[in-house]
């Protein structure tokens, strides 16, 4: 493990991100963007993980921050989906672009 | 070559490709596949890095549990049209360009990064130590004192547990499942 180093994992972690990015950024429905979500969490938990293993100082700090990390997540999913089926419902459409009603 | 090497090889490709295919593919029912495979490679990388109970808990809770909710967003939401909603040409462009300059900047950044001190063992801190910092106790012999202070400064570091973060999320955990079933309830469908 020791040759591997810390650098790879980072790389993995700055393309995970990259991939939530452009996805939020990009995608039309609604549920799309919150699989974004999702990727950029999970590279975030990459990192943490990575650096608690390469970095003696924070070996339980980066496993304990990654539980908490995926137990918000479970929790963000959860609403975001609630409000996104009620926008379905009054909306009857999950695009995101026709999410417009506060626009000035 | 050593077997961590090609092991992490493999799965880096693996969740690289799958992320790309969340990003690239129209169908949000095929987005939702990729991702099973991104948090599947994701969890096996945790267990590569020696932290098992990480990696259970990704799978748990990613696969078992977030993963199954979106699907189930899916479901309840995707039909004719909406399944494949088309984002224009060029907006895909810019944003492809934009994640390009990003994930090359991070990863220059990253390897500018000097860890201060290697470490000696080879293992982290497994389940009985992780449940007990949950719990409030006290890790008494930190591994390691605090890194990326000036040099003369050793403090020692403060002996620490996470027992209020870990009230406060499973707290956090439980209002929000409420009020994800109450803002979710059936309701009368308004005619618009």
């Known amino acids: 493990m020791t040759e591997l180093g810390l650098q790879p994992f980072l790389a993995l972690s700055a ?43 924070f070996q339980l700090e980066g ?6 990390v995926i137990v918000l997540a479970a929790a963000e999913a959860a609403v975001a989906l ?13 695009d995101v672009d026709q999410a417009d009603e506060l626009k000035g | 070559m050593s077997l961590p090497v090609v092991l992490f090889a493999l799965l880096a490709t693996v969740t690289a490709v799958s992320a790309l295919g969340v990003v690239l593919s129209r169908n949000v029912v095929r987005m939702a596949v990729w991702l099973l495979f991104t948090l599947i490679g994701v969890s096996l990388l945790y267990l590569l890095l020696g932290a098992e109970f990480v990696g259970a808990a990704q799978l748990i809770v990613y696969v078992g549990g977030t993963l199954v909710l979106l699907v189930f967003g899916v479901m309840l939401t995707a039909q004719g049209p909406l399944r494949e909603l088309r984002t224009p040409a060029a907006q895909l462009v810019v944003g492809g360009i934009l994640g390009a300059i990003l994930v090359s900047l991070l990863i220059v ?16 801190p497994g389940v009985a130590s992780l449940g007990l910092a949950f719990l409030g106790v006290t890790e008494t012999n930190p591994p390691a004192a605090l890194t990326g202070l000036p040099e003369g400064t050793r403090v020692a570091r403060t002996p620490v547990a996470y027992l209020l973060p870990f009230e406060i999320v499973s707290v956090h955990l439980l209002v929000v499942l409420i009020g994800a079933a109450y803002l979710a309830r059936a309701k009368r469908r308004v005619q618009s």
């Open chain 1, 15 to 57: 393309f995970l991100f990259a991939c939530g990015v452009v996805c939020i950024a990009s995608k039309r429905n609604a549920i799309g963007v919150l699989m974004g979500v999702e990727l950029v969490l999970n590279a975030a938990n990459v990192n943490l993980v990575a650096f608690a293993r390469y970095n003696p100082a």
């Open chain 1, 63 to 68: 496993q304990v921050f990654t539980l908490l």
């Open chain 1, 82 to 94: 609630a409000i996104i089926l009620n926008f379905y419902n009054n909306h009857a459409t999950v």
């Open chain 2, 109 to 124: 950044v990253s390897y500018h990064i000097v860890l201060p001190n290697p470490p000696e063992q080879d293992k982290l």
